[in-house]
């Protein structure tokens, strides 16, 4: 019994990254593939100048911005607190990452509506049109996945299941959370000045 014990224990610190956090990697990996493919075809088809007009972006996308990156901070404060158990503060920072997510999706059908208002549409008329929804509507997928994500880690947070020995959960959030914001950053760069 007591070699199945040691085996065991050995088996278990061979591990050198948990099997969660390494499958957040796996995820982020595809995701940066899929956007790099995406971004890449963008550039060669605006290169081919065929079906390609160029357009302002909505204002509200630079707003998003701003709110994602907000988002950030206070997902970063409500982990830093966590290792501090600072159980309050880890309450306020995850309720203020879930609201500021919900306004960046908010925000982003806004910037939406914008462009549908001023005829730039997902159509064939102009391949440009079509890239902004792609690639935007691809990273509000990502987004609501991370705020259905963070309405889970409220409902964690509000049972006291987030602390200094419980920590996975806001960790995989976090990485999630934090590339979903380089992401969003990045999309908006390259858009504005692709």
């Not at 199945?4 to 969660?20: A, C, D, G, R």
């Not at 501090?84 to 203020?96: C, L, M, N, S, T």
């Not at 001023?118 to 509000?140: A, C, E, N, Q, T």
Request: aromatic share 14%.
């Amino acid at each position: 019994m007591q070699a199945h014990l040691n085996i065991k224990s050995q088996q278990e610190e061979q591990y050198t990254v948990n099997p969660k956090k390494f499958m957040m990697w796996v995820f982020i990996v595809a995701i940066c593939m899929l956007f790099a493919g995406l971004t890449s075809a963008y550039i060669v088809k605006k290169a081919d100048q065929k079906n390609w007009i160029d357009f302002r972006l909505p204002a509200m996308f630079m707003y998003t911005t701003l709110i994602v990156l907000a988002s950030s901070a206070t997902l970063w404060w409500a982990a830093r607190s966590a290792q501090k158990d600072e159980i309050g503060k880890v309450k306020i920072g995850i309720v203020a990452t879930l609201v500021l997510g919900i306004l960046f999706c908010l925000g982003q059908w806004d910037g939406w509506s914008d462009m549908v208002s001023r005829k730039i549409v997902f159509s064939g008329d102009s391949v440009s049109f079509s890239f902004v929804y792609i690639l935007s509507g691809l990273h509000l997928v990502h987004i609501v996945g991370g705020v259905i994500l963070m309405a889970a880690l409220t409902v964690k947070a509000f049972r006291y299941k987030i602390h200094k020995k419980s920590m996975l959960g806001i960790q995989l959030a976090s990485t999630y959370w934090h590339f979903l914001t380089i992401l969003w950053v990045y999309l908006y760069v390259f858009l504005v000045n692709a």
